[in-house]
């Protein structure tokens, strides 16, 4: 079982409608969620981050987390084709040797105009 | 300006030999990460550190080492143990152990390491 693990995708979607991103997680010791996005060829830029239960907005995007079920989301609302990229989902394990940062394989977006 | 800078952009390497990535920060940051990225795929963690003079092995550290002398500092050399060894690879600084909160981690532009 992979620690950090997303739908690789594509997730077709139209311009103006809502995505919606998942992600699970295997260790239930993990600390910090994060949502980055990245245009193929750059690095991650990071869009969200969720620390505790519950939602998280951010102009169009809202992160959810739930720790007892092990997920993450990440919603998309009014998605434009500049939101066409890869998301990646990744999270902080502790571990006694230090913070673990792990990513899961991303899903990649297109947006449709 | 705060950042964290890779060097070089482009990295060609013969079959054989040991190559080293470059990777600055001046963030202030206690953790710092390499990740490697093949097409179409995720990053897989190669190396981390918290704290200057130790560092711990990721997924994929099979044919890679690093130091960390400085806070600032944590190349990456790639051996020529390492078979398959073409690349995106990025460096990643975060606040590190002495925060929960704001623990984001911020990339480098990457390195594009090709063998020739």
């Known amino acids: 079982q992979k620690e950090v693990e997303q739908n690789s995708g594509p997730l077709s979607v139209p311009e103006g409608a809502i995505a919606s991103l998942n992600c699970t997680y295997s260790?239930?010791?993990?600390?910090?969620f994060f949502w980055y996005r990245q245009y193929s060829g750059k690095s991650p830029e990071l869009i969200m981050s969720?620390?505790?239960?519950g939602d998280k907005e951010d102009g169009r995007f809202t992160a959810q987390l739930n720790k007892a079920s092990q997920y993450v989301s990440l919603l998309i609302r009014d998605s434009q084709p500049s939101d066409s990229a890869t998301y990646l989902c990744?999270?902080?394990?502790?571990?006694?040797?230090?913070?673990?940062?792990?990513f899961g394989g991303g899903t990649r977006v297109l947006v449709k105009p | 300006d705060g950042g964290i800078t890779q060097s070089p952009k482009y990295l060609f390497r013969k079959e054989g030999q040991n190559v080293t990535l470059s990777c600055e920060q001046n963030?202030?940051?206690?953790?710092m990460y390499w990740y490697r990225q093949d097409p179409g795929q995720g990053l897989r963690l190669i190396y981390y550190?918290?704290?200057?003079?130790?560092?711990q092995k990721g997924d994929i550290a099979e044919g890679y080492s690093v130091s960390r002398e400085k806070k600032e500092s944590f190349p990456l050399t790639v051996t020529s143990a390492q078979k398959n060894p073409t690349a995106f690879y990025l460096c990643?600084?975060?606040?590190?152990?002495?925060?929960?909160?704001?623990?984001?981690?911020?990339f480098g532009q990457g390195t594009r390491l090709t063998v020739v």
């Open positions: 963030l202030n940051h206690d953790a």
């Open positions: 550190s918290q704290i200057v003079n130790d560092f």
């Open positions: 260790d239930r010791g993990s600390q910090s």
């Open positions: 990744a999270v902080t394990m502790i571990k006694a040797a230090g913070n673990k940062l792990t």
């Open positions: 990643a600084s975060s606040i590190g152990w002495r925060s929960f909160t704001n623990t984001e981690a911020f």
């Open positions: 969720i620390y505790s239960n």
